[in-house]
């Protein structure tokens, strides 16, 4: 008994020591860093087609210090001059330079973005001085504006014939504040529907939206199915941007 005691007495000795030892080493200066990650901000290498940017961002800590910790951000490139094509005159973008201290919530906006590549930097500090970085990466192509279609090839309003087969081809030019934030002209999509007399039913593209759709062969019945025929067509960039509907008709009399 008095043996199983002993042994009892050195196991809490050694016990006590290895705790005290690992608090001693903590108090030392054993610190983990921090976590940060985004869970709102351009994608790594993100093309956005907007002039805006809004960030959000969630921070951590193992060691819960943060409390006294600190929080900064860093826009890169802090000043970028360039020219806009639509103003007809130069404009600069100005951003504080370097590390700057945020307070608050872990939300962030910058606004009028020109068109160039971007890196937002996050920088959490903990209590004790360990810190972690994140960095969105995004480029800029602004675009609001919608494109223009210069012209459709359409058949005339009274063909010839009653029966015959068409190939409508459209043509149209992005706009944009800077040539680099244009669409080129084949990345330009397009969309038709061919509306024809009841009872027949339009045909539509497919898919919807293509590069390819930009030219198209139609062919009509009149002596079968006379009446009024009607293309309509629709153009896009790659910002999303419609441009208005463009229609071109005819019609076959029996």
Not at 10 to 17: D, E, K, R, S, T
Not at 29 to 55: L, Q, Y
Not at 93 to 103: C, K, L, S, T, V
């Amino acid at each position: 008994m008095v043996k199983n005691k002993l042994w009892l007495l050195v196991f809490v000795l050694l016990a006590g020591a290895l705790i005290w030892g690992c608090v001693e080493e903590l108090d030392q200066g054993s610190n983990n860093a921090p976590m940060v990650w985004f869970t709102r901000a351009p994608d790594d290498g993100e093309v956005i087609f907007a002039n805006a940017a809004n960030f959000e961002w969630v921070a951590t800590d193992w060691d819960d210090d943060l409390g006294m910790g600190s929080t900064y951000i860093q826009m890169e490139p802090s000043t970028v001059t360039w020219f806009d094509a639509a103003a007809d005159s130069e404009v600069t973008f100005e951003h504080p330079e370097g590390w700057i201290r945020h307070y608050g919530d872990n939300i962030y906006q910058v606004l009028d973005l020109p068109d160039t590549t971007f890196y937002f930097s996050v920088r959490v500090v903990d209590g004790r001085g360990a810190d972690s970085t994140i960095v969105s990466r995004f480029f800029v192509r602004y675009d609001a504006d919608f494109p223009v279609i210069d012209s459709v090839h359409c058949p005339p309003f009274k063909p010839p014939n009653p029966t015959f087969c068409h190939t409508y081809r459209m043509f149209a030019h992005d706009v944009a504040r800077t040539p680099r934030a244009a669409t080129p002209l084949d990345s330009l999509e397009y969309s038709y529907r061919f509306v024809r007399p009841a009872p027949l039913a339009a045909i539509e593209s497919e898919p919807e939206w293509s590069t390819e759709n930009w030219e198209v062969e139609m062919c009509v019945d009149g002596q079968t199915n006379p009446g009024e025929y009607k293309f309509r067509c629709k153009v896009r960039d790659r910002a999303g941007n419609t441009a208005p509907e463009y229609v071109c008709k005819f019609e076959i009399i029996k």
